[in-house]
């Protein structure tokens, strides 16, 4: 009726299970506690987002090569 190698297998079911458990209850502290940033934190992420600046660039007609348009862009390429 019982063997060793079924209490065995039981006894791997039971382990994975509440490891599972036990790993998804961290996980979900974790994310709880990083939706609500601290004060420092919500305001250094604010600072970054203000320094991120984003600039179209024009191709250059000779070399092909991306640039900033007010930029100093010097082709080593002949056309």
Same mark, same amino acid.
């Given at each position: 009726? /019982?063997?060793?190698?079924?209490?065995?297998?039981?006894?791997?079911?039971? /382990?994975?299970?509440?490891?599972? /458990?036990?790993?998804?209850?961290?996980?979900?502290?974790?994310?709880?506690?990083?939706?609500?940033?601290?004060?420092?934190?919500?305001?250094?992420?604010?600072?970054?987002?203000?320094?991120?600046?984003?600039?179209?660039?024009?191709?250059?007609?000779?070399?092909?090569?991306?640039?900033?348009?007010?930029?100093?862009?010097?082709?080593?390429?002949?056309?």
């Amino acid at each position: 009726m /019982f063997s060793i190698p079924k209490l065995l297998v039981l006894g791997l079911i039971i /382990f994975v299970v509440l490891y599972g /458990f036990k790993v998804a209850g961290s996980l979900n502290r974790r994310r709880t506690s990083d939706e609500r940033p601290k004060p420092r934190q919500a305001a250094r992420r604010e600072r970054e987002r203000e320094k991120l600046e984003a600039e179209d660039l024009v191709q250059c007609p000779r070399c092909g090569a991306y640039v900033s348009p007010g930029g100093d862009h010097e082709c080593r390429r002949e056309a």
